[in-house]
């Protein structure tokens, strides 16, 4: 499997032993960033980067790693297409892909010990989407997405930046 991976510094350590044991695994790792955990960085742009890497088919699954997942987890969810999800354990990880059918799976680097953190990741695409009942809220998601964009793309056009003094 192709996979994007990305981090902040809070992330970097957790991202590389994730990164490394999707490697050791067969698959093919895209490493996005960060690249130092001594040097802050912010984390929409690493969250956004793995989003896009997923929604463009670029990637087939993200990993995202921040302090606690959930900074790059909101970041990811702002890329029309992404459903990213904060998991903790492989139960949160495996019913993320089961029934909310998630593409981009998040961790935190400062929460997780190693040991659970790879698992959950294993979990997460071990396991596949349920379908059934779980597909008409998926629906309901992107009607919602598709509907914000569109309310967006109106307001901007109705009102025109306006001069400020
Ligand atoms: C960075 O200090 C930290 O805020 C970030 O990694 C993450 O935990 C945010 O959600």
Same mark, same amino acid.
């Given at each position: 499997?192709?996979?994007? !991976?990305?981090?902040?510094?809070?992330?970097?350590?957790?991202?590389?032993?994730?990164?490394?044991?999707?490697?050791?695994?067969?698959?093919?790792?895209?490493?996005?960033?960060?690249?130092?955990?001594? !040097?802050?960085?912010?984390?929409?742009?690493?969250?956004?980067?793995?989003?896009?890497?997923v929604?463009?088919?670029?990637?087939e699954v993200?990993?995202?790693?921040?302090?606690?997942?959930?900074?790059?987890?909101? &970041? &990811?969810?702002?890329?029309?297409g992404v459903r990213?999800a904060?998991?903790?354990?492989?139960t949160t990880a495996r019913l993320a892909r089961q029934h909310n059918h998630a593409n981009v799976v998040?961790?935190?680097?400062?929460?997780?010990?190693?040991?659970?953190?790879?698992? &959950?990741?294993?979990a997460f695409l071990a396991a596949t989407f349920d379908g059934g009942r779980h597909q008409r809220r998926i629906d309901e998601i992107t009607a919602l997405e598709?509907?914000?964009?569109?309310?967006? &793309?109106?307001?901007?056009?109705?009102?025109?930046?306006?001069?400020?003094?």
């Amino acid at each position: 499997m192709r996979i994007a !991976v990305g981090s902040d510094h809070g992330g970097y350590q957790l991202k590389l032993l994730v990164a490394d044991h999707l490697a050791a695994a067969g698959h093919v790792v895209d490493d996005l960033g960060t690249d130092a955990a001594d !040097v802050p960085v912010d984390y929409p742009d690493y969250g956004a980067a793995v989003g896009r890497a997923v929604t463009s088919g670029s990637a087939e699954v993200g990993v995202c790693v921040c302090g606690t997942g959930i900074g790059i987890a909101i &970041a &990811a969810n702002k890329i029309p297409g992404v459903r990213a999800a904060v998991v903790h354990d492989v139960t949160t990880a495996r019913l993320a892909r089961q029934h909310n059918h998630a593409n981009v799976v998040c961790l935190g680097g400062r929460l997780l010990g190693s040991q659970v953190a790879l698992d &959950a990741v294993d979990a997460f695409l071990a396991a596949t989407f349920d379908g059934g009942r779980h597909q008409r809220r998926i629906d309901e998601i992107t009607a919602l997405e598709q509907a914000t964009a569109g309310l967006s &793309a109106a307001a901007a056009s109705s009102h025109p930046t306006k001069e400020r003094r």
